[in-house]
């Protein structure tokens, strides 16, 4: 039940042929167009929401890392974190992944219907305007003429936003538009994170079956010479055998290791949607004997507080924060009393039973002000649910930034211990092939026997492998602090629906955020 008051101030016949002038508005017109001024000069705008309370620490609580070639990592730091590893094909892999990823054409989507919605709930705080046109011959009395009438012209009508609730639901139509932005920016950064990741598994697959491939065919060379042996009758038969199954299941591994490479480039082929050609041409520039390209470390000194503004999700999230704050000030005005303005402006001409009159005629008003008085408690349910909404907003973004936080610590306690135990690995590979060659020169020299140099090979390419599988956990740690960090990544095409964001490791101020305000 709503309880309205309506005033208008129309004309209802059009002027004769003699009154066809410019005349002014009668005096009660002109106050009532004063009133809807100066009701609307009263209507405060509102006020932006401000960036809601965040759980963030003062510094990172993991030992950052240091540039390893500062003029190389620039490019890393101004957010081009894929260039680091100086890889030529990286670049092309995460190209391919974004032209051909399903997410891309989703995220662009929801982006357009979230402009077009802001759009509408933008237009409901403007006047509508409609024109409209009629043509009427009818006779109202009976035994009179009939009457002729046909008037064109235009109605308008406006909805006062005296207590904020349409600019309410237009700035939250807005942070919605903001949020699916930064969704489709945080779809790109985890395309090509995943892009990264293939390509650099692939590459150290390939790498680990080669080093499989080559122990496979030393424990086979090891496993003839231990038959050689035993059918000379120098070795035991135990011993024979025992070297057979070890270059068996050497042989056996080293294939398991090939089709899980298979599967990977197949992983890959699915992301990129490459040819086989394609595909084929970029696996066979992979140099299995080269490392695995380390990325050029840039030196991080981004705090906890950047993340609020580098990370699109969390752009997201406090996006829909203002969006829930803006339906909550929404809610609250529609309890509120509403105030709608409508006039009309025609031309008509009315001919029959002895009248030819012609001219405008228009009409201001009515100025309908009307107030909820019982709806069976709807409006004040409506106003709790908002209120709800916007807690679980709220709770949803602190979560988010908590693991925003987590995720950076995790990704940058494992390159911590990466470099740390790459250190040993590297000393370790360097100290078995050391051992590998002194044997070698012991077996040209008559002093060390066959199996004594397999032996020594086998420890080798094992050391080797383990290297290779720390180097590949290093690299991905570095596309995970990337992602993390909120690095960006632009396609050649910069057709993104997604806005530029700041560069991963840009200084930001740490000042602490502000709560948003309970009120409307």
């Given at each position: ?125 403007l006047p509508r305007l409609d024109a409209s046109g009629q043509i009427l011959r009818q006779r ?273 306690l494992a390159l911590d211990s990466t470099a740390a135990r790459e250190g040993d690995a590297r ?94």
């Amino acid at each position: 039940m709503n309880s309205a008051l309506s005033i208008s101030s129309r004309r209802l016949a059009p002027a004769t042929r003699g009154d066809l002038h410019h005349r002014r508005l009668p005096f009660r017109s002109r106050a009532l167009a004063g009133a809807a001024a100066l009701l609307l000069a009263g209507c405060a705008s509102l006020p932006a929401p401000e960036r809601p309370v965040a759980p963030l620490p003062a510094a990172w609580a993991t030992p950052t890392p240091v540039a390893t070639a500062p003029a190389a990592s620039t490019q890393a730091a101004d957010g081009a974190w894929w260039l680091a590893f100086e890889d030529p094909v990286l670049p092309e892999v995460l190209e391919a992944a974004w032209r051909a990823s399903p997410d891309r054409e989703v995220a662009r989507a929801r982006v357009a219907q979230a402009r077009a919605a802001a759009v509408a709930a933008g237009a409901a705080g403007l006047p509508r305007l409609d024109a409209s046109g009629q043509i009427l011959r009818q006779r109202a009395v009976p035994d009179t003429p009939a009457q002729s009438s046909l008037a064109l012209g235009v109605q308008a009508s406006w909805e006062l936003d005296l207590f904020g609730g349409v600019g309410a639901a237009a700035q939250a139509a807005s942070s919605r538009l903001q949020a699916s932005e930064a969704e489709a920016h945080a779809v790109r950064q985890a395309v090509a994170a995943e892009a990264a990741t293939q390509w650099l598994s692939l590459r150290a697959c390939r790498a680990l079956a080669a080093q499989a491939q080559a122990d496979a065919e030393s424990r086979a060379a090891s496993a003839r010479l231990t038959a050689l042996t035993a059918s000379a009758g120098l070795g035991a038969p135990a011993d024979a055998a025992l070297a057979r199954a070890a270059a068996a299941q050497a042989q056996a591994s080293a294939r398991a290791q090939a089709a899980q490479c298979d599967s990977s480039a197949q992983a890959l082929q699915a992301l990129t949607a490459w040819p086989t050609a394609t595909l084929r041409e970029r696996s066979a520039s992979i140099d299995v004997h080269a490392p695995l390209p380390a990325p050029r470390m840039a030196s991080m000194n981004t705090l906890p507080a950047a993340l609020l503004s580098q990370r699109p999700d969390l752009r997201a999230r406090e996006a829909e924060v203002r969006a829930a704050a803006g339906d909550r000030s929404s809610a609250q005005a529609a309890q509120r009393p509403r105030i709608m303005l409508s006039g009309s402006l025609s031309t008509a001409r009315v001919q029959g039973a002895g009248l030819d009159a012609r001219g405008p005629v228009w009409s201001l008003g009515p100025l309908q002000v009307s107030l909820p008085l019982f709806d069976g408690g709807a409006l004040s349910a409506q106003a709790d649910a908002s209120r709800a909404a916007y807690d679980a907003a709220v709770a949803r973004y602190q979560a988010a930034v908590r693991q925003a936080v987590a995720e950076v610590e995790q990704a940058l306690l494992a390159l911590d211990s990466t470099a740390a135990r790459e250190g040993d690995a590297r000393v370790a590979v360097e100290g078995f092939a050391e051992r590998l060659r002194a044997t070698e020169a012991r077996v040209r020299g008559g002093l060390a026997s066959g199996f004594e140099l397999e032996d020594a090979r086998q420890t080798a390419f094992a050391a080797q492998g383990a290297l290779t599988s720390l180097q590949l956990e290093r690299a991905l740690a570095w596309v995970n602090l990337a992602r993390a960090l909120g690095g960006d990544w632009q396609p050649r095409d910069a057709a993104t629906p997604a806005a530029t964001t700041p560069a991963a490791t840009t200084p930001v101020s740490a000042s602490a955020p502000r709560p948003v305000p309970s009120g409307s």
